[in-house]
């Protein structure tokens, strides 16, 4: 096909070789005010109509693309505005000590979001390119749905949504999968359904699953009865950079990428998903995921014969703990609070029956006391192992959790494998005793924190300071290869190493020190602390030989856990 390109006085701009003016069969008018002129070929009128319906693609994109820059430039500046305002403030009223809190607050709130309209870019970006990996892993079903139950609760709390969690026909509870893909596919939906539906509305969360030999077919549904989509949007929902345009919602914000998101993860992973909606009704969201079934056994070994006394109000997960204990062989006694808790321990005691374990579950009085009540019970039956049964975040309660007399922690929602594996570590002995005395507390252990940036660096110094344990640093890693090198073998029981670093990467530090034939160049560990986050990050910080990954900006309750991991005697 031969054409042209003219300009609105006639003049021409560009031709093909061939073209003759006066075979002209068709033209186009382009968006820039041009005109294009084709000629030859039977097919030209087909040919022509195929340019302007690609043409007409190309301009929806585009204004698409525009809108979402017009969006994200909104969104970015809202959270940056608060951040640098609060900052502001912060510093004016140094010495009043509630308002700089509630304008930290607020800045942490601000940053979350940022930090989420970055990734939801940064991921699109990396599925559009094919450079998505998933990972495989094993992980309990129970501790995914805890974790969504954490991020997404201070949402539906805050809308004073009505949030239910149910939970249908779960038989396998751990299984092999992506389990940061998954979350954040959970996340997003919930997300949604807290953001589209008004204040004191209700969204419900369910999960079930079939399961046929290996496979087991988990389905996430999220229902509510929010605003709704109409017909024409719907049939846009997963399109990239689209996102409900209304007056009643114009205070949402978001990348409009989610969606998108959420069905390329989806599909990736050989699962579906589907959106059922009505303007003015609400929305349902079903996710059904194809995972592989981890075979292992629930611990009951050291459960038979065991009285557990059982502290629930709640009538369903007494029938749930009933039915998960009754093949083990312990005997369980239910009661309603703690004065009925207190009861029962005297009356044991007298009849010469100690409780080998009480289980603190929940309580209509929830008020914030139930450490405080943890620690009467500890010092009423100091023989008893106390297991905390709740949907709180462990990580920010452990240290004082552990104090108080809790030996293990067992997350909501849980199912029988979960409750028995739980008690089983609670009862067994040693492992249960040393976790329970495990403080983030690393005096006398020296740590090299290899990184080039001062910010970062001055960072990651004062949450290192708190744990007691001594910081050297390194600025690239070239100096940190140094410092490891001259000083004599175990001085240094960590290594925290940043990637994108001048002189020497992180990747490179990491092989050079393995590759020292030192004593314990080999078996120093060494963890990536570093804004590259993707799994290909990770699974190239392994194959540097790094021995986890803890990702920027630093998340304190990580870090921790993982100097636990890497400190442990």
């Not at 069969?25 to 382009?30: A, E």
């Not at 969006?71 to 951040?83: E, F, K, L, Q």
């Not at 959970?186 to 290996?214: H, I, M, Q």
């Not at 004062?462 to 640093?473: F, S």
């Amino acid at each position: 096909m031969e054409y042209a390109v003219y300009r609105a006085d006639q003049s021409e701009v560009s031709r093909t070789a061939g073209f003759d003016p006066a075979a002209v069969t068709g033209s186009l008018p382009l968006s820039d005010g041009t005109e294009l002129r084709v000629c030859g070929g039977e097919d030209l009128a087909g040919e022509n109509l195929r340019l302007k319906h690609a043409l007409e693609e190309a301009e929806e994109a585009n204004r698409a693309k525009e809108v979402f820059l017009s969006n994200m430039s909104h969104d970015i500046r809202t959270p940056m505005n608060a951040i640098v305002g609060m900052t502001t403030l912060a510093k004016r009223y140094i010495d009043e000590k509630s308002r700089v809190s509630d304008a930290l607050d607020k800045i942490e709130t601000a940053s979350g979001h940022l930090l989420n309209l970055i990734n939801d870019v940064l991921d699109m970006s990396r599925i559009n390119s094919g450079r998505l990996q998933l990972t495989v892993e094993p992980f309990f079903l129970s501790d995914l749905l805890h974790e969504i139950m954490i991020l997404i609760r201070p949402q539906m709390d805050s809308r004073k949504h009505d949030f239910r969690f149910s939970a249908t026909g779960i038989q396998v509870e751990s299984l092999y999968g992506d389990i940061l893909r998954i979350r954040q596919i959970l996340v997003n939906v919930l997300s949604n359904a807290a953001k589209y539906t008004p204040d004191g509305g209700r969204v419900e969360f369910s999960v079930s699953e079939e399961a046929a030999g290996d496979e087991s077919r988990v389905t996430f549904v999220c229902r509510d009865n929010g605003i709704g989509m109409s017909e024409e949007f719907l049939s846009r929902i997963f399109e990239p950079f689209e996102r409900v345009n209304s007056s009643t919602i114009s205070r949402i914000e978001g990348t409009g990428l989610g969606m998108s998101i959420v069905r390329r993860l989806t599909e990736a992973m050989g699962g579906a998903v589907r959106v059922d909606s009505e303007k003015g009704k609400g929305t349902t969201v079903s996710v059904t995921l194809p995972l592989r079934v981890n075979r292992i056994q629930a611990e009951t070994s050291h459960l038979a014969g065991k009285r557990l006394l059982i502290i629930e109000q709640d009538m369903g997960l007494r029938e749930t703990y009933a039915r998960y204990l009754s093949d083990t062989g312990a005997e369980p006694v239910m009661v309603d609070d703690m004065p009925e808790a207190f009861a029962a321990i005297t009356d044991a005691r007298f009849a010469g029956k100690s409780f080998a374990a009480v289980i603190i579950g929940t309580r209509k009085d929830e008020d914030g006391k139930t450490l405080e009540l943890a620690a009467y019970l500890h010092q009423s039956c100091p023989e008893a192992a106390l297991v905390l049964i709740s949907d709180a975040d462990w990580s920010r309660m452990e240290y004082a959790a552990n104090r108080a007399g809790i030996r293990d922690f067992i997350p909501l929602p849980f199912f029988r494998k979960t409750l028995l594996n739980g008690l089983d570590r609670a009862l067994g002995s040693g492992e249960a005793e040393e976790k329970a005395s495990e403080v983030p507390d690393f005096a006398g252990r020296r740590i090299l924190l290899v990184e080039d940036n001062p910010i970062n660096r001055e960072i990651a110094m004062e949450i290192l300071r708190m744990t007691g344990a001594e910081t050297e640093t390194a600025e690239n890693g070239q100096q940190g290869v140094d410092a490891f090198l001259s000083a004599d073998p175990g001085t240094y029981d960590l290594i925290l190493m940043d990637i994108q670093m001048p002189v020497m990467d992180g990747y490179a530090a990491t092989r050079k020190i393995r590759a020292a034939g030192t004593e314990d160049s080999a078996t120093v560990p060494i963890f990536a602390m570093t804004a590259n986050t993707f799994a290909e990050d990770i699974a190239r910080a392994r194959e540097a030989g790094m021995n986890g990954h803890i990702a920027k900006p630093i998340d304190i309750g990580e870090l921790m856990q993982a100097l636990k991991t890497a400190l442990k005697k």
